[in-house]
Each structure stands twice: as C-alpha cells, then as structure tokens.
C-alpha cells in the first residue's frame, strides 16, 4: 500500500510539473492526485489486511478525512479571503497609492526595493498574504511578463525567508510558537540573521545580472475612475484587514482563517456602501460581488488537492516513518539534528512542511526527559528550514502556490531559473545559523537570558 501511495504521489507530482508539456491543467491534476490516495488508501487496506473489521475501517478513515478537510480548509479559505482582499484593493486602484511613490524604473534598484519590503512585511503579515500583496503590486509595476516572473520569484523568496524568523510570519514557525517548543524573544534573535542571509543572498546574485530599465504597464483605458481619497481608504482599510488577522488569532485563540474572513467582510460591507454612495455621480465602483468573480478560484482548488494528498500520507504513517528514519540515520546530537532539520526543509519543497513539522513535533514531546528541550536550537533550525526550504520548488510553500497561480508561472521555468538562487540563499542561511549557534553556545550570558 505504502508503494503504491507513494507512485501515485510521485506520478501526480511529475504531472503537475510537466503541466504545460502536457496539456493538462495543474489544478485537474492536483483534484485527482487528493481523491485517488485516498481511494486507494481506503480499498488496499482492507483488500490487503485478513480479518479486518471493515464498518470500523471505513469509519476511522471517513473521520480522519473529515479532520483532515477541516485542517485543509482552513488554509483555502484564508487564502480565497486574503485574494479577496488584494484583488479588491487592486479592483479600486489601491496599490497606486504606493506605485506611485515606487519612481524608480531601474532593474536593480526595483528588485532590492521589492525584496526588502516583502522580508519585513512577510514578518508582520504571513508569507502567503504578503506574496499575493506583492505580487499585485508586481503587475502594477513591471509590464513584460517574463521579467515579472523573474521579480515574482524573489518574492517567493523573500516572502519565505521573512515569515521563518516572526513568530507570525510562516505557519510552521507559528505552530513551534503555539506548542511551546520556542519563545518569541528567542526565534527572532536566533534566526533574523539566516533569514535576512537567506533572502540577500539570491537578490544578490541576480542583481548583479540585471541592467537597464523596466517598462511600466499602461493604465487600462477602460479602468473605472475611482477617485483618490477612496483609494487611500480602501488600501488602508485592506491593509488594516491584513495586519488584524495575527491580533485576532492572539485575542481570540481562534484560527486565522476567521480573522481573515471578518476582514474581508467589513471590507464588504464597506464597498457596497460606497457602491451605493458614489454611483449616481457617475462612479460605478467595485464591490466585492464583482471581484468574486475574477478571484482565480483554480488556484485556490489546487491548494485543495494538494494538501488532501499530502494529508493522506500523514494518516497513513509515510511521514511519520520518515521521521523516524532521518532520526535513525542521523541521531540526536551535534550535528545530527542539523542534518535532520537541513533534509526536512528539502523535502518541505516537495511535501507541505505542516505535516512534516507536525510529525517532527510528535516525535520529539517537549516535558521531562524531552530530547530537546525548550528554545533548543533543533527547534530554532527547523523553523529556518521548514520556512525557508519550501523556496526551492514554486509548488513547496504557501507563497509559492498563490503566486504560480496568479502569474501562471511554469513549473519547469521556475525550477530553472529561481530553485538554484533558493538553494544558495537555504544553504547561506543555514551555514550563518550554524555558526551564530556555536557563538552563542560558547557565551555565559546567552545561557541566563534564556
């Protein structure tokens, strides 16, 4: 069972990165791929396991699916609220609020400009609602769609390295915060500096081929005129939105798909107001009826399948098992556990690294006799890697998938051009991490602040 999970997966991958030679759109693929592990997860258990109480069978597998569907909705509806929310602040010309500050037209400069903005507001925000923010404002900037892609990536990477070291910023380093395993004050001392290497690093190498200027696109003519000061209101408002959603969580200790659903609701009921207000002057201004309709809901379905795939080879033990291999092979000391956290953020590129941070998490239960204990730097590193590591394929993290489905970024282009610049800035990252551990291992003081 456990070979044939794994072929299906790794055929549904294989699709999914040969969409465009195929002709086959990702979304289908990924719709399939989430169905038929766990058709075949369900049938081949009890066709390959004598004496098995079947009602009982079908009744685990049904409850784990349920639980897991919810996990994955959560994530859906987060990211069709926070799409909602930029394409409306887009739809009512928001973002020329900042492009219109944003003069430079230099290649070079555009991209430090882009990249610096995405770390530090990937950190506020998330990852995933910073790389959709930025990669709107991307299209308001740059007209040529390969030289768009090219920024798109960096922001991918930027938008990753940015969310590892805020205990906000990335879902995995959020789940580490919850559960324990590392405090505020710590993450951020201990892993702001590989973070920032681990974005410098790509930004570097390509700013050091790009020359010349960039092209801006033209003003659509049939734009609707929407006058300036509701600009600024619906920009601030869905900025606002944004930032309220991490607030929400932490009053709350309610998911953040919620908060992000509150946002957009307020944001609603607010251009219908506007509507409503403005159109017998002449204004007929967006509502978020009409974004609705152009929210690249593909996207959204794709998130869906592959995350029901992977969520099937967690009930079936595949991660877990990996795991506890990495943890047999490798051990629990120094440099064991670098190794271990260094391989679980390659394979976060390839499998969501919720699961694989989840069962990383299982593995090692903080409380007495714990392997590693509290703001241990195994949990400090995973955060990096996790975070960070998912850069390295376009469909690896969160960023990745919202932005391939908003620019419809090849697979196959991104592995060639944007996988080797993730792959230097991870190992940067990670080697900066490394040595700053050993620093603060060898310093008195360090030890009684934490």
């Known amino acids: 069972m456990v070979a044939a999970l794994l072929t299906i997966f790794i055929a549904g991958y294989a699709c999914i990165a040969l969409e465009h030679p195929l002709k086959v759109n990702k979304t289908a693929t990924a719709l399939l791929l989430g169905v038929l592990v766990w058709a075949v997860y369900s049938i081949m258990t009890v066709t390959s396991t004598p004496g098995i109480d079947v009602d009982a069978w079908h009744s685990f597998v049904s409850s784990n699916l349920v639980e897991n569907l919810g996990e994955t909705a959560e994530i859906v509806f987060f990211l069709l609220g926070a799409m909602t929310i930029v394409t409306l602040i887009e739809d009512y010309q928001g973002f020329r609020v900042i492009t219109d500050k944003i003069t430079t037209n230099n290649k070079r400069k555009l991209l430090w400009v882009v990249s610096i903005m995405t770390f530090f507001l990937s950190a506020l925000l998330d990852n995933m609602t910073t790389a959709i923010v930025m990669t709107a404002l991307l299209r308001k900037l740059i007209a040529d769609r390969k030289e768009r892609w090219l920024y798109a990536g960096m922001v991918i990477l930027a938008a990753n390295a940015g969310g590892a070291w805020s205990p906000i910023g990335d879902v ?3 789940m580490l915060w919850i559960g324990g395993q590392v405090t505020t004050f710590n993450i951020i001392v201990k892993t702001l500096l590989a973070s920032f290497v681990c974005m410098i690093v790509p930004v570097m190498i390509v700013g050091a081929t790009l020359k010349g200027n960039l092209e801006r696109p033209a003003e659509e003519a049939n734009e609707v005129a929407v006058p300036a000061h509701l600009r600024r209101l619906v920009l601030i408002m869905g900025v606002l939105a944004l930032i309220f ?10 998911p953040p798909y919620l908060g992000m659903l509150f946002g957009l609701g307020v944001l609603w009921i607010t251009t219908e107001i506007l509507h409503r207000k403005y159109k017998p002057e002449g204004h007929n201004l967006p509502t978020a009826v009409s974004t609705l309709e152009h929210v690249d809901v593909p996207t959204i379905l794709f998130f869906l399948g592959i995350l029901m795939a992977v ?11 990996l795991a506890v291999g990495l943890n047999s092979t490798f051990g629990t000391d120094v440099p064991g556990f670098f190794f271990i956290d260094l391989i679980i953020g ?3 590129s390839v499998v969501d690294n919720v699961p694989l941070v989840a069962a990383t998490m299982g593995m ?4 007495d006799g714990a392997t590693f204990e509290v703001n241990h730097p195994f949990w400090e590193f995973l955060a990096y890697c996790a975070g960070t590591g998912g850069s390295l394929l376009i469909i690896g993290s969160a960023a990745g998938v919202a932005v391939m489905g908003m620019e419809k970024i090849d697979f196959i282009w991104y592995l060639k051009k944007i996988t080797l610049l993730a792959l230097a800035g991870y190992i940067a990252g990670a080697i900066v ?3 700053m551990n050993l620093a603060f291992e060898s310093l008195d003081w360090w030890h009684n602040m934490v």
């Open 364 to 367: 090692y239960p903080l409380g």
């Open 172 to 174: 995995t380093t959020i």
């Open 346 to 348: 390659v394979l976060s």
């Open 245 to 254: 959603v991490p607030v929400f969580k932490t009053l709350t200790h309610l």
């Open 433 to 435: 991490f490394i040595a």
């Open 311 to 321: 969520s099937c080879l967690k009930v079936a033990g595949i991660l877990s098992s």
